[in-house]
């Protein structure tokens, strides 16, 4: 399983170069700059030093982008994951995971049967963007505080299981979520199961420092025996990049080193 670490400049990528990571993942903010800015902003990232194989929240919620309910506009939103994909690809992303809480949160009185319908719309047409461009889409479970629309691995699966016949949708198993919502770590990712494309890992709460070592093993545990020999990828808030940054790999280097190899 590779390692990698989530930034959110161009100066945290160049960062992260020095420290023993696999690849970077992009937050999508990152990328909003204007056209003429974008090559320049490109190039530096590129030349940082480590791959760049995923991102990160497509749909930025300083666009304010809806998915599901009565102001859904899935063709603006669409737009906006379509220019961040050919952003993101053209520094190397290949898993574009699917976050987004405010965009699939449900207003209250709104049918969840119809957003499920309408958010299943818009994962088989991004799912198409992501195989147009060799990319993968990885739909990732929030905790509620997030939104209130898919917050575990087992709903996930519910929701794209409506889809895998006509596209590809993987689920981003995240720790800190299932962590957060009080679930079983064992249970979430063995419902997501062969479907996970894609992990989230961080300290609980973010930035708090506490990686709660033993969850974080049982975490990784699951993911080896489920199949997952993609990315976990480090999402966390570090007040100091380069003194936090480091610490959380040593953690996490240390977690896949002692995790157990599936039989």
């Known amino acids: 399983m590779e390692l990698g670490c989530v930034v959110r400049s161009a100066p945290e990528a160049e960062r992260a170069s020095g420290l023993p990571l696999d690849y970077l993942e992009l937050k999508g903010d990152l990328?909003?700059?204007e056209p003429a800015e974008l090559p320049a902003l490109q190039a530096r990232l590129r030349a940082a030093g480590l791959p760049i194989k995923?991102?990160?929240s497509p749909l930025p919620r300083r666009?304010?982008?809806?998915?599901v309910g009565p102001d859904a506009d899935q063709t603006a939103a669409l737009e906006v994951f379509r220019d961040m994909c050919d952003r993101g690809g053209a520094v190397g992303v290949r898993t574009v995971v699917l976050g987004s809480?405010?965009?699939r949160h449900i207003p209250p009185g709104f049918s969840r049967d119809e957003a499920l319908r309408q958010f299943r719309a818009f994962l088989v047409a991004a799912g198409t963007v992501c195989a147009e461009r060799g990319m993968v889409l990885a739909l990732e479970p929030l905790n509620a505080t997030e939104t209130n629309f898919v917050n575990s691995c087992a709903e996930a699966r519910g929701v794209i299981d409506g889809v895998v016949d006509t596209v590809d949708v993987r689920i981003a198993?995240?720790?800190?979520?299932i962590m957060s919502e009080g679930l079983s770590i064992a249970a979430e990712v063995a419902a997501a199961g062969a479907v996970v494309g894609h992990a989230h890992t961080s300290s609980a709460p973010r930035g708090s420092g506490d990686f709660r070592v033993a969850d974080q093993?049982?975490?990784v545990a699951g993911l080896l025996a489920a199949g997952h020999a993609g990315g976990l990828t480090i999402e966390d808030e570090f007040a100091d990049f380069e003194v936090?940054?480091?610490a959380a790999v040593d953690v996490f280097r240390r977690v896949l080193a002692a995790a157990p190899v599936p039989s």
């Not at 666009?63 to 998915?67: E, G």
């Not at 198993?173 to 979520?177: G, I, L, M, S, T």
């Open 31 to 33: 990328l909003c700059v």
């Open 101 to 103: 809480g405010q965009a």
């Open 173 to 177: 198993a995240d720790c800190f979520h």
């Open 54 to 56: 995923a991102m990160t």
């Open 244 to 246: 936090e940054a480091a």
């Open 217 to 219: 093993t049982e975490f």
């Open 63 to 67: 666009y304010k982008q809806r998915v």
